[in-house]
């Protein structure tokens, strides 16, 4: 059956549409009578009014935008369970997009988010996404634009982040603190502002336990399929080889435990292993993954 529109109700109540809009509205211009027989008629009918039509006549859409790298990501996942719970208490809907890592997938879903008229945005950045000039334009535009966890630095917008700086910074001390020295990190794509702060708190823990910063330690992945592999192997060729292995991520963090599994190297006798990662079976994997656990939820939640 389609859904009942204004027209319908028109028709049926003999009254133009533009009373049977002012009427759903309230507005004072209609009587009480007229209100209440439009009503007590769109409430029979389950009318319920169309958000895009709202949004097209400059009316707010009640709609938000979600825009993030991958749903099947955890902390992606459990970021907008807490943006969820927040829009819906406040009587908003929202809309989710995903680039899988794309810059041109990002591009795409914000033009289809303006075009559904959304009333704001949240973002976290593509990993290929370097340059932000779509995200001025957008500012410029007046659209409300939030950035949470994968950010940049140089908008002038509210962004929302975990403590990267001070996680990885615990993580490599910990490390450390175990007797490890040649501290192996696999992390993200350079440019993106966590792998900023990360590579700062690793590198600041070293600093502050007297152990040389070797850039030869450190491997960027790009989000490939089954990257951690080749990686794990490039820097257990290195002489010395790693003691430890701190990743940026679950899915580095998965795939450096397989990899050193399948070449039978011992952990933790061997080797170290420790990540960010939002994974909530970490514990039952063998051996137990040690993590630094980023507050998701809460960053979706977040009042800004």
Do not use: W
């Not at 935008?65 to 970021?79: D, E, K, Y």
């Not at 995903?98 to 959304?118: G, L």
């Not at 945005?121 to 932000?132: F, G, H, P, R």
């Not at 399929?225 to 963090?253: C, H, I, K, Q």
Request: some cysteine; overall charge negative.
């Amino acid at each position: 059956m389609d859904p009942v529109t204004i027209k319908d109700i028109a028709h049926a109540l003999n009254l133009s549409t533009s009373t049977v809009s002012r009427a759903l509205r309230d507005s004072y211009e209609i009587s009480p009578e007229t209100k209440r027989l439009v009503m007590e008629y769109a409430e029979r009918l389950n009318y319920r009014p169309n958000p895009i039509a709202l949004s097209l006549k400059g009316s707010s859409s009640k709609a938000l935008a979600v825009i993030v790298p991958q749903i099947a990501n955890n902390f992606f996942s459990q970021a907008i369970n807490g943006i969820e719970a927040i829009a819906y208490n406040r009587g908003y809907h929202v809309i989710i997009f995903q680039t899988h890592e794309s810059y041109e997938r990002e591009v795409a879903n914000i033009q289809q988010a303006v075009s559904r008229r959304v009333d704001g945005l949240l973002l976290s950045l593509s990993s290929e996404t370097s340059d932000v000039s779509h995200l001025k334009a957008l500012i410029d535009q007046g659209m409300p634009l939030v950035l949470f966890d994968r950010v940049a630095a140089e908008l002038p917008v509210t962004q929302v982040v975990a403590d990267n700086f001070g996680g990885a910074y615990a993580a490599t001390s910990h490390l450390l603190q175990t007797g490890r020295r040649r501290i192996a990190h696999l992390t993200i794509p350079p440019y993106l502002s966590i792998t900023q702060e990360r590579l700062a708190g690793y590198r600041a823990a070293l600093e502050q336990y007297g152990v040389p910063y070797d850039e030869n330690l450190v491997r960027y992945g790009t989000f490939g399929p089954d990257e951690a592999g080749p990686l794990v192997d490039e820097l257990l060729a290195l002489s010395p080889p790693p003691d430890a292995f701190f990743t940026a991520s679950d899915r580095l963090a998965l795939g450096c435990l397989a990899a050193l599994r399948e070449r039978g190297v011992d952990i933790p006798g061997q080797v170290g292993l420790l990540s960010f990662t939002n994974s909530q079976s970490a514990h039952l994997l063998n051996p137990p993954l040690s993590t630094v656990t980023q507050p998701a939820q809460e960053i979706g939640q977040a009042r800004c």
